[in-house]
């Protein structure tokens, strides 16, 4: 029944694996970009709000790394080896470039919730590609589900 | 891509958002007043299953109460406020209203038991309707599992 | 020496046994409308102090909720089944009725400041009428010295 | 100020030391004598409640072992050492003497109430009459308290 | 709603309560045979990877045993008392039969593998047949979701 | 000193060697069953009781399954590879067949009752054959003391 | 194969039921006798080593209290009910009668030494008795080995 | 019915609230000065009991440091700001001043024994002026309860 | 090779260790001033930011505390008997003097920012003093470490 | 004494300022890089070693992103924002690049092998760059403590 | 009936007594070489299963460091001190010598199964001489049954 | 840049190789003796300070065997298979040989008082001669920092 191409055999239909194989590459790159801007905001701001928005990204940051291992070894899973090296980060990531520079807790608070944003566009896109493999469409809901939340908690800072 | 009438956007498919935000807040109201009935019934139960019952309906308490949480902010992630105010909960919720005298714990079962249908009853009727947000529809699944098992032992202690 | 109407005796005098009782049930219903007033405004809030003032009125709300149960066993341990439905809170609560709109940081602490500020009232008056029962006076002098620290802490917010 | 006959001084006022000397050492008779019987009911018990008459024997046992080591320790910190020995728990307790045969669960809750109740009549009763040391007075009032709670607990079980 | 044939009522649909429970039963009693297949190999396995192979397995054990309780009590949640009898596990498990001498570490991957994706095959085709319950349906997917991932890392092993 | 004959050596005297065998293996069989007999009960279970039998249950399962762990490991150290597969815990238990319906709360306390005693008076008879091996009896010994305290819990429910 | 004179069965021998039960009722009222002198003591002692012997004595009464718990429960566990009143720990005890009054840390640690010796004076004793039972007999021993361990242990203070 | 001068405002009767805050204020003096001094000691210690008496003076230091934040916590509650400065502790302070040298443990004994009492003193005064606000009365008098059963501690040592 | 004045010797070599003595009893005169102020301030503070600057300073209260032992059991190491008492720092503090008033959120954090800075800068005259003695040398720039990542902090909140 | 050019000031004299950052920044990319190709290898490797392998790889995950944190925050603190992004990454890092194919762990060893050599190569050419600022300097000692000790683990592995 | 020759007196019947001494000596001193012997190891091994072998062996390093503490104490509860200096454990060892270079985990593997049996084979010998202390014997016991358990895991990495 | 004579590459640069390998050896053995001497001493202390004096000398053993992997670990890190052998141990330590027979408190203070020393004496000459791997110079600093305060403590029971 299982698909093997490399070492590692997939329970996933052959016909779905190709899109959930794109699918999960994809969100790969968002998560790891996503844990290297918010650290770099972590460090880089300044302001009124320093503390709770210091404390904040590193929320974004944890929730970032649990979600990056659970789709890479999900792509292992269905025998496919992730891409997660910076080169790769660098050229496909769907975020914007983020400034190295000190910057204010006003301006963080928009790039971080612009990145957010970005990364839930791309996993509700491939939540519609991957129908075929219930198992890797529930992973995407639930990382779906918490930048959701997080996403309101960033915008309610500036509202 | 994300819709916004007030300070929060959503995510949510806008010809789906209403459906959405409509079942978010039945459910919410359901959860909250399923919460108070079993603390009522914590207090008010007495006979010779006391101790038994009186700490299970507080397991059911603390469920109810994280749900309850769960459910609201998933109504702010898509951009609504949540009314989980004592009035509203007392017009709008799907849950008999309950006896503040004591009663025996063969009685108390029953209602609770009750509640627990009519609350689950609603909930499987709010998931057919937000099948066009799989975020919601996945959390409103999970709770209604847990709720099931539940409904099971307290029937199992009525058999 | 314990007197007895229903299935549960008391230890308190019989002459202050209403008192006692009146007193409980009055600062049951606050207590219950606090927890849910504070929730609500977990929920609805936003503005640049969104996630200290979030964090903060879930303090309030665990709170709340321990409050709640000792007071209702502290009835039920002298023999009245303490009625905490929400019909009855809506009915009797000696708070403001809340707003379930979104609403600025500002006035949710001003909102959250008044409705500790109607606790507290009524809890210092109730600790006057118990002095009968030096176990409910205890009781109600720690909740009091709870929600005045509180209290100062969300006036400080406002200076 | 405080005043000194054996190797510890006392700070209670010297008219009071008399009266709190008393109460202190009959309480304490009373609460070691409790944690012998609910162990002795503990291991007594059979019947259909069996399990949960057995557990909650056992928590009396403790927070009776608790409130024995406060109120001895109250003891010697007014420059008195209690005395909590085997016999004259049994020469001078307050509680009515128990079976060591095995006996049926209801049996148990009825012997265990009665038992609460003696040790609460003695307490309230010793709590009017250390009104001249508010910390032992706040001790003794904090022991009923939870003796209280326990009483109606087992009550409901036999209601 | 609920439909009851025994001592528990079902709110699956009654169309659907067929097929939901045969999936449960078939799903139980490969769990229950998985969790003894790899506590059989933990006990039997040697070799030089004997250390690593040897606390692996009881993972794959402590996991087999969590599902096999969650699936057990959604049969009982929708009405039906399982079947996990020693007698029923060998008669309808889809598990090859295990050795019970000791193997090599590099025989126990292999067998371990293979039940492994014995144990996928039918929950897949599970899934598919109880997406009338969408319950059921998500606690089936889950199971697959980490026996897929430990699939791969048996497999990886052996590459 | 240590006596081999597959792969792993045997510090027990050769003349004890087959009788420490056989009582551990004949010991490993009846633990296993008893972890699945007492999860069938932990499931089939039904009756004002079904709560603390429920989860009285389930530390039977929880004590059969470590035990199990021990001796079959022990069995290992003295050399020999234990069985512990479906079907020879079907064929060579000594525990009676149990029911898979669903049980009143009574019958289920008689039948795990008579399970323990099955389970015991093996043990027993095993611990009086491998006098030989210290170390095996004095495992033996562990398991019954625990195996005859849980049975006078389960048979104190009956009494 | 179990004996049975009252509601709990026993799986001892017949011909050794008696010396057990009577090994276990003494032991019990020595265990429970000093718990309450090593709390005398730990209440009454004064002196440079104040401290150390204060806390060092709380650990004797610790571990009584659970050496006590477990041979109660193992004489019901063999169908006695074990008797631990106050005024049979008073009768039948084997250590001398400790004085209520304030004592210098030398006195102190004397008398806990000959405490602990005469409780293991009596725990050796009976373990030469119950050997037709070794369940019972493993119990005592390894009660003796921490008394002995904490004979030393107070000795050495003395030295 | 709160009085407010400052920011913050008070619960306390306004009669009373002169009293209660000089209470507060006197007694946060002695309590800080109470945690240098301990520390103070906890380094100048050297003899025999070093060990005992370096560790238990870390106690006193965690004590007061904890009452240190209560008592000042409070002063804000009544709308008072504290003043836990340097050189207000070292003007205020009822205590006694210390040595900086070395000292053998016999004198740091009596040091410490004599600021607990200087501690207690005062607060006992302290509770005899502040009946008008039951919450800080409660207070000072757990207070005073902890350290008198210290000065017990303490004085033993000497004994 | 250890020389020795008082009761106890040092491992410092004898022509460095007047220099680190007077080096750890100036930081340990400004890290307990250091303390004492954070306190202060965490107890003045009010303004829209109380909560995050409230709770921040109690993080530079644990540190100070933490590195005051650290320092002040440095100094009894290498045979001194350090000076913590209330005058002495009061005297010989390198911090300014705090106001015990009521203070704004941003007057707080301008003086606690330089509280720090004026506990580096001696901190880093220091370590240039002692490094004739690695061990003090490296205690020294530990706590440096960690106070200006504090500043930086703090500073941060006024940028 | 502290030099400034952004919003946060520095305590590094200021001919070493420049020396100081420059070595924080490769440091910083450094660790970043080996975290990313660490998490690579966790997902790619396959083979006899995979399940030591792959929990080895997340150990150097954990510890350079710790470190990454630690370097971040002293850039901080020294007045300079860090530069985490990918590109900066990609661009700067000292390591080679990895595959992002599935590899046998012999290969996998290798790799991650040569990573932590090349970043402990780059860091003790910045340590002896930085001795103008000890606090940094130490902090860069520790690093590579910790990774010299994971090069002898991995090294040992290929022995 | 305690035996005494110096400070600390024996229940040791005083016909065993010297039996039961030399056992306890000789096996403390293989304990102690065996827990040196594991670390020399642990820091020794190098090759392909490096990590799970240097792992293991602290689990032998933990088990003899915790065993020979009970063996130790348990000669000083008989009476006698115990000797456990390096030069003792190194004459009297009945372990081979190892070797300090680095070593394959081939090798390693083979060293440490043989100072396993060595250890176990003069703990079962022991076990022979010290019936007539039956705590001495249950301790033994326990030892070899824990070895006897390591000695089969490190057998099987080796077949 | 790293040499490699064994298995092991170093970092240390080679012209040091020599002077810090020589250094980590001798400290470990001191730390191996030193944990061998405290245990010895934590078994042979009797006296009135025997709790106390017994506690803190397993508080040195604790550290020991920490530094002790520390060292030999560094060891390995630059290229060196540590000896740690007991035998080595016996002929190369600084220490002084121990006695085994039970001794008094007073005595045991003053062996373990100059067993610290002479680590310490050690420790700082090797400091001196590491300088050039500044990571090992660290790890020893850090080493003596904990001994020369344990050493303060030891002697100030001497006092």
Same mark, same amino acid.
């Given at each position: 029944?299982?698909?093997?191409?490399?070492?590692?055999?997939? %329970?996933?239909?052959?016909?779905?694996?190709?899109?959930?194989?794109?699918?999960?590459?994809?969100?790969? !790159?968002? =998560? *790891?970009?996503?844990?290297?801007?918010?650290?770099?905001?972590?460090?880089?701001? !300044?302001?009124?709000? %320093?503390?709770?928005?210091? $404390?904040?990204?590193?929320? !974004?940051?944890?929730?970032?790394?649990?979600?990056?291992? $659970?789709?890479?070894?999900?792509?292992?899973?269905?025998? !496919?080896?992730?891409?997660?090296?910076?080169?790769?980060?660098?050229?496909?990531?769907?975020?914007?470039?983020?400034?190295?520079? %000190?910057?204010?807790?006003?301006?963080?608070?928009?790039? *971080?919730? $612009?990145?957010?944003?970005?990364? *839930?566009?791309?996993?509700?896109?491939? #939540?519609?590609?991957?129908?075929?493999?219930?198992?890797?469409?529930?992973? =995407?809901?639930? #990382?779906?589900?918490?930048?959701?939340? =997080?996403?309101?908690?960033?915008?309610?800072?500036?509202?």
């Amino acid at each position: 029944m299982a698909t093997q191409n490399g070492p590692i055999s997939s %329970f996933v239909p052959a016909e779905h694996q190709e899109a959930v194989s794109a699918a999960l590459q994809s969100s790969l !790159v968002d =998560l *790891i970009d996503l844990s290297l801007v918010a650290k770099q905001l972590h460090w880089s701001v !300044v302001g009124p709000r %320093f503390q709770s928005v210091h $404390e904040a990204l590193d929320e !974004v940051v944890a929730d970032a790394r649990t979600f990056t291992d $659970e789709v890479a070894e999900r792509a292992t899973a269905v025998g !496919v080896s992730p891409d997660g090296r910076a080169k790769t980060v660098s050229a496909d990531s769907a975020l914007d470039e983020a400034s190295a520079e %000190f910057a204010s807790d006003d301006k963080v608070i928009r790039v *971080i919730t $612009e990145a957010l944003a970005a990364t *839930i566009k791309r996993l509700r896109a491939n #939540i519609e590609k991957v129908g075929g493999d219930p198992v890797t469409e529930d992973l =995407l809901i639930g #990382i779906s589900a918490r930048f959701e939340q =997080l996403h309101w908690m960033w915008e309610a800072k500036a509202a």
